[in-house]
C-alpha cells in the first residue's frame, strides 16, 4: 500500500479554509445580461425577453435563467477583477502541485425568484476538500458554496465542484 | 403552458430539447457567463492542453439542463433545485439531447413537488451531463 504512505494533497493551511466565509460580492441582475444569457443557452421562453411578458407570467421583471445568478461588477483596478465572486486568490496550495482543473459539477437551489433589478451579494466559502485516486491520477476535489442575498434574504445557494489532478 | 402536478406519473419522460452548438453559440456563452477559458473557442490552445478539439463548456449544458427543466415546468412552478456533473465531453457541431424522467411525486410543507433525474446525451449514447431536480407544480 505505497499509495497509504504519501503525503496527503491537503496540507492543514488548506484543511483551516474549510468552512471560512469569504468577503462578500456584489452581483447585478439586469435586463441586457438576462437577455443575452438566455439567447447563448438558445432559451424561447418570452419571459426571458419580453418584460411584458414577464410580468404577464407573475414576475416583477425579466428572471434569472436557470444558471444564472447575477453578474459580478467588473473593475480593472481591482485584483481578479471580474472572474467571479471568488477573486481572494488562490489560497492555500496542496502539498503536491496539481497543474489541471475541472469544472466537476454545478448544484443550485432557488428559495425565491431573482429578477432583473435585483443586487445580490454573494459570499462564498470552501465547504469540502476530498482526495482521491481516479483514472485521472491523484485528484483533489473542491467543493465551494456560494450563498446569494437580495437585502438580506438568502434567495439562493449554489454549490460548485472543482477537480484538480 | 407547463405541466400539472395531477398529470404527472413516476417514470414518465419530459420532452426532449436537441441542442447542436456551433461555435459562434460556444462564444455567445463566453461572453453570457463571463467563462473565457480559450479551450472552448481556442483550437489551437484546446489542442495544446490535449483536448482533441475545442469543447463545450460544462456550465452551458448546465444552462441546457436548466431551459429543458424551464420549458416543462412553465411559469406557474417553480424549479426548486437542480444540479449536474460533468463527466463527459461534448464537442461543437455534434447533438447534445437533454432528457428528463420524473423519479418521485411528492407533497412536503404545502407545496406539490416532483423530483427528476436529467441528463444530456452523446451522438454514440454516452450521458455526459447526469443531474436531478426538484421542482415545485401548480
Known sequence: MAEAEKTPLITPEMQAQVGVEGRGSTMEVDKTMIRLFARAVGHTDPVYYDEAAAKAAGYRSLPCPPGYLGTPIFNPSRAGAGRGPADAGPGPQPSRPLRRVLNGGTEIEYLDDICAGDVLISASHLANLEETAGSLGEMLITTNKTVYQRDGKVVAISTNTGIRY | ?138
Open chain 2, 1 to 138: 403552458m407547463g405541466a400539472k402536478w395531477a398529470d404527472v406519473t413516476v417514470g414518465m419522460n419530459i420532452p426532449e430539447l436537441k441542442k447542436n452548438c456551433s461555435t459562434q453559440q460556444l462564444v455567445l456563452w463566453a461572453a453570457g457567463s463571463g467563462d473565457f477559458y480559450q479551450i472552448h473557442y481556442d483550437q489551437d490552445f484546446a489542442k495544446g492542453t490535449g483536448l482533441p478539439s475545442i469543447i463545450v463548456h460544462g456550465a452551458l449544458k448546465n444552462g441546457f439542463l436548466g431551459q429543458l427543466v424551464h420549458d416543462w415546468v412553465g411559469n406557474e412552478g417553480r424549479i426548486k433545485k437542480y444540479g449536474c456533473s460533468y463527466r463527459g465531453m461534448d464537442m461543437p457541431n455534434q447533438d447534445i439531447v437533454c432528457k428528463g424522467v420524473v423519479t418521485k411525486k411528492y407533497e412536503e410543507n404545502g407545496e406539490k413537488l416532483v423530483d427528476l433525474e436529467i441528463w444530456t446525451e452523446a451522438p454514440d449514447g454516452r450521458k455526459t451531463t447526469p443531474g436531478y431536480a426538484t421542482v415545485k407544480l401548480p
